[in-house]
């Protein structure tokens, strides 16, 4: 009988689940991704993320698992099967899932890993592969034929952080002596005192799959951090030329907004963060601009693609909490539906209890588009009106109808979510308007859409 509850407890299991119905074409999309853990003793364990889609078309189904088994001691660890890495805080290799984004990422080898007092060294071999969520549906994103070779060192003894790797691509898509690509680089941090200072460096060769001619790629992210008492301020930099290893590594974003304009194939950019008190009162200041690398006006371009951005926000209590933003936001050749986009937004979100207590958000934005403009305002209500039942009302208006959002000029829908002990359940019921939506540089258009969505998240 112990022996069976101790295998209960060392049992995990979660899974998040999204089903949609579409109200015009009865489509119906259904997708699951889950994990299921078993630790057997300190050291060992067993485990497999999985994804389940089960769609009205028979074509965009997917059942698939990824198994690992990983060992660990003080000194050493070992990744058998379908494991996640990262070097360089991802400037050289970023396989590591975003589940809030729904981009996964495996490497399906070996990876072994000693550590020895402050150092540590990392090695590994795999076959990548991604899954990436698009148009409501999984989908894969790689060549999953690549094969990928690496090699991590990293020092650490609590004032300076050095890290040096290099990692190897064979395309098996080219003849060799073409298929191998490589990247390697350098980061080094130092903290002392009030000041964190970052510089990560990495350098890409390669070959141009049409042409076989060579292919370079430098990238260069650096930050400075210095905080005193009431007072924080911040200084990044990012130099990208072609340092995009084959989607295999994910560059460092400098904007709240998370966008790269080109990828990592070419941007350069700058940004500036401060946050102080005043009393009880919270300000927060930051401005960004990435522009494309032959971009010769930093603060106003005008060749290639570019993402700017300038807030001002503040955290009040009112008696309650309120925080308030103002935004300015510049998008030049960022999607192919516009060439310059202005969006200049006012934003109220808190808290309060009117007999029960509710969230809200009332945003207020104008938008130069191209050649038109318009208004586009929008109120969330979130109250938890009934014990384990929180109800919302989500509404949008635009001042006229917007092409790129199938010449619709207003969105609703009402979302109840049920709270239980283990996890969450959701009903949206309405329309939802579409755009560009980014992660960690990565951005993805989501198409809008109208109908019922059920949502599931579990674990235990």
Not at 88 to 98: K, T
Not at 372 to 396: H, K, M, P, Q
Not at 437 to 443: D, E, K, L, T, Y
Request: charged share 20%; glycine share 8%; proline share 4%.
């Amino acid at each position: 009988m112990n022996f069976f509850l101790t295998l209960l407890l060392q049992f995990h299991f979660s899974v998040s689940g999204e089903y949609l119905l579409d109200k015009d074409t009865l489509a119906e999309y259904s997708s699951i991704f889950g994990n299921l853990q078993h630790s057997i003793g300190e050291n060992l364990s067993l485990s497999s993320d999985f994804i389940l889609q089960l769609h009205s078309d028979p074509s965009e189904r997917i059942f698939t698992l990824m198994p690992q088994v990983s060992f660990s001691s003080s000194t050493f660890s070992l990744k058998l099967f379908d494991f996640q890495s990262s070097f360089q805080n991802g400037l050289v290799l970023a396989q590591e899932p975003d589940l809030a984004f729904k981009r996964l990422r495996y490497l399906r080898g070996l990876s072994a890993e000693i550590a020895i007092g402050q150092m540590e060294i990392t090695a590994l071999t795999g076959q990548p592969f991604n899954y990436d969520y698009d148009a409501f549906s999984f989908r894969t994103t790689n060549d999953t034929v690549d094969l990928l070779r690496g090699l991590s060192f990293k020092y650490a003894n609590g004032i300076v952080d050095f890290e040096a790797s290099y990692l190897r691509l064979n395309r098996r898509n080219m003849p060799e002596p073409y298929a191998f690509q490589e990247i390697f680089g350098c980061s080094w941090g130092l903290q002392r005192g009030i000041f964190d200072l970052v510089l990560n460096v990495a350098r890409k060769w390669g070959v141009e799959p049409l042409t076989f001619g060579r292919m370079k790629g430098f990238g260069v992210h650096t930050f400075l951090n210095t905080s005193f008492p009431a007072i924080n301020f911040s200084l990044s930099a990012v130099f990208y030329d072609s340092i995009n290893f084959w989607g295999y590594n994910l560059p460092a974003v400098i904007t709240e907004k998370e966008l790269l304009p080109g990828s990592g194939f070419s941007d350069k950019g700058i940004g500036f963060n401060t946050a102080f008190y005043l009393g009880n009162t919270y300000f927060e200041g930051g401005l960004g601009s990435l522009v494309s690398i032959e971009e010769g006006n930093l603060l106003s371009p005008d060749d290639g693609k570019a993402f700017q951005e300038t807030y001002l926000k503040t955290k009040l209590n009112i008696p309650s909490r309120v925080e308030i933003k103002l935004a300015r936001e510049y998008y030049l050749r960022v999607e192919p539906e516009y060439e310059q986009l202005y969006v200049y937004t006012l934003e109220s979100r808190g808290f309060f209890s009117w007999g029960v207590p509710v969230d809200y958000v009332m945003n207020v934005s104008f938008n130069e588009e191209d050649c038109f403009s318009y208004y586009v305002l929008g109120t969330v209500i979130s109250a938890e009106i009934l014990r384990d039942f929180s109800f919302g009302f989500n509404i949008e208006y635009a001042t006229r109808k917007i092409p790129r959002y199938e010449n619709e000029e207003l969105w609703a829908n009402l979302e109840i979510i049920y709270r239980f002990d283990y996890g969450t359940l959701t009903l949206d019921v309405g329309n939802r308007r579409g755009g560009l939506v980014c992660s960690g540089g990565m951005c993805r258009v989501v198409p809008p859409f109208s109908g019922i969505t059920l949502g599931l998240n579990f674990g235990f």
